[in-house]
Every structure is written in C-alpha cells, then in structure tokens.
C-alpha cells in the first residue's frame, strides 16, 4: 500500500446528481457507481492499481471494483460521495466486505500515508500502529497465495537482478566501453522503475531494492564513477519516498 492522491471529484456529481443516485440505489439496489465517469478517475488516481494491496487493475482477469470505505449496507447516503470511493481489487473489497470503519479503523491511503503503520519483514506486512494491525486483517494484506508469494517472488527477481548488475558494472569496470556502461544503466533503472508509485507491488518493490545492502554498495559506486544521471536521481528519490519499515 502507498500514499495516494485523490483526484478532483467528477463534475457530474453535483449535489442534486448524489441525491438521484442515492434514491435509485436505494429503491432499486441499482450499482449507481459502476460508471466509467467515475471508475476511469478512481482508477488514474492509484495509477491503476488497487488501492490497499497494489495489484494490476488493469489486468483482464481483475478488473476494478468501486470501494466504499464507509460500506454501502449500513451507509447508503454515501455510495456515490467522491472521498468515500476507493478503485479495489475484488479480493481486498470482498475481504473487507461490510467492516465498520468507524467503529473500527482502517488505512485510506488516500488520507493516511501508509509507510507510517506498516512495516515489512519476510514479505509479510507488519502493523506499527493499530491502524496498521487492523488493515492487514480486514483486507487480507498477508493473504499468503495472493499477496505474501507474490512479494517473495518479486524479492528473488529483484536479488537476480542486482546480481546481474554488478556483472555489467564488472564489465564496464574492465572494458570502459559506452554499451557495457549503457547495459548496467539500463538494469538499474529497469529496478528503480519497478520501484515507481505507478509501478504493480511498488511499495514492496521499493522497500526490497532499496534496503538491500549490495544495491545500495552499487548505486553508491555508480555514482562515484559518474555512471549516473538525473533520470536516475529522479527515480532513486521516487522509490525512496515509497521504502516501508523493515521490522
Ligand atoms: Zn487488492
């Protein structure tokens, strides 16, 4: 999970429009969310991805689902209010199903930044906060299938990989010549944009590259060696900004 922005709210939902809604969905038990004016600006605002477990929302097999944070079954008036509306995977939003949010809270990533309350340790998420303790259940953040192998597996590609970009900066080292030194950039940045807030898994991503002590020994060299420019910089301050706790 990573701090989202929420876009402005779509300019068909005035007022007397939410009231219209509301009625029909409670009359008519009518999905007055499930609009494109509505899912397409959710879906932008979390760079397509689900906005608690950071899955590919796009793909065909996932597609989004509107969240309501406060739940549609005790909350009525507010299935169509902007700032009550999350995009969601169909397996956190059923996971999360009716939870009462106000009696019990969770994250909105859209008002809490999350690196605050949670933590990662063996590609499971930890809660630093009760806030943090009780989203992990409520959405299922370590459901070990979907989400604690998919971390894992992420981790072992991004350790191959590091691997692989100290061989380039050996080469490099050893021949001085421009494609060896554009390979290792290249790899590099291929990391660090898999580490971006647009990117599947970022928070995760982030955290495991960029607390792993030989990419760190890497970048440093690079930098040393002038093997480094400003879309590099740009990408390492991005992904550093998404680094959860690792505790
Ligand atoms: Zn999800």
Redesign the pocket.
């Given at each position: 999970m990573i701090k989202l922005s929420r876009a402005p709210k779509p300019d068909f939902l005035t007022d007397d429009k939410i009231d219209e809604l509301v009625e029909e969905f409670k009359n008519n038990g009518t999905s007055v969310w499930n609009t494109e004016s509505i899912k397409t600006p959710l879906l932008n605002s979390s760079h397509g991805k689900?906005?608690?477990?950071?899955?590919d929302l796009t793909e065909e097999s996932k597609y989004m689902e509107v969240e309501h944070f406060e739940d549609k079954k005790h909350n009525p008036e507010k299935v169509v209010i902007w700032e009550n509306l999350l995009p969601?995977?169909?397996?956190?939003?059923g996971a999360k199903s009716t939870h009462d949010v106000i009696a019990e809270p969770i994250l909105n990533p859209y008002i809490q930044d999350p690196k605050e309350h949670l933590a990662i340790r063996m590609f499971r998420m930890r809660g630093l906060t009760q806030l943090g303790k009780d989203s992990i259940d409520v959405?299922g953040l370590n459901n070990q299938e979907r989400l604690v192998l998919k971390r894992f597996e992420i981790g072992s590609q991004i350790a191959d990989s590091i691997e692989i970009a100290w061989e380039r900066y050996s080469i490099y080292k050893s021949n001085g010549r421009t494609q060896s030194r554009n390979r290792l950039i290249n790899l590099v940045e291929g990391i660090l944009l898999e580490s971006q807030p647009k990117a599947i898994y970022a928070a995760t991503t982030a955290t495991v590259a960029l607390t792993d002590a030989s990419f760190s020994e890497l970048l440093g060299a690079m930098k040393n060696e002038d093997i480094w420019n400003d879309n590099l910089e740009e990408l390492l301050g991005n992904a550093q900004a998404l680094i959860l706790q690792c505790a």
């Open positions: 689900c906005s608690y477990c950071e899955c969601s995977c169909k397996k956190c939003n959405v």
